[in-house]
């Protein structure tokens, strides 16, 4: 089973920027659809981006396309998230997530990704 860390969270001004980082242990990383996903207190954990196995596609959510960017490094077994012109209502625990090897798509729901990092906070005061 993959291991999933994340990090880059943290404390900005609306408007600002932060990088999210996420990595994958073992050697089936580059076999995995990977997307993030966040959760804002009393709110159901939504998707935000998705990002196909090579990254040559992807799937942003409405609220955060344009401004943020999802992409992945196979060579060091990372996904990232770049977030830019941030809004308070992007505050949420942030997770990243992967899916069983098995499948090659896209999925936006929490129950189609087999493993979860720890999370990591994103506050964005106004």
């Known amino acids: 089973q993959v291991q999933l860390v994340e990090s880059g969270g943290g404390l900005v001004q609306a408007g600002g920027s932060l990088r999210l980082s996420c990595v994958a242990s073992g050697r089936t990383f580059s076999d995995r659809v990977m997307a993030w996903f966040r959760q804002a207190p009393g709110k159901e954990r939504e998707v935000v981006a998705t990002?196909?196995?090579?990254?040559?596609?992807?799937y942003y959510a409405g609220s955060v396309k344009g401004r943020f960017t999802i992409s992945r490094d196979n060579a060091k077994n990372t996904v990232y998230l770049q977030m830019n012109s941030l809004k308070p209502e992007d505050t949420a625990v942030y997770y990243c997530?992967?899916?069983?090897?098995?499948?090659?798509?896209?999925?936006?729901?929490?129950?189609?990704?087999?493993?979860w990092g720890q999370g990591t906070q994103v506050t964005v005061s106004s």
């Open positions: 997530a992967a899916r069983d090897t098995f499948y090659s798509t896209f999925a936006y729901s929490r129950k189609d990704y087999a493993a």
């Open positions: 990002i196909t196995r090579s990254g040559g596609n992807t």
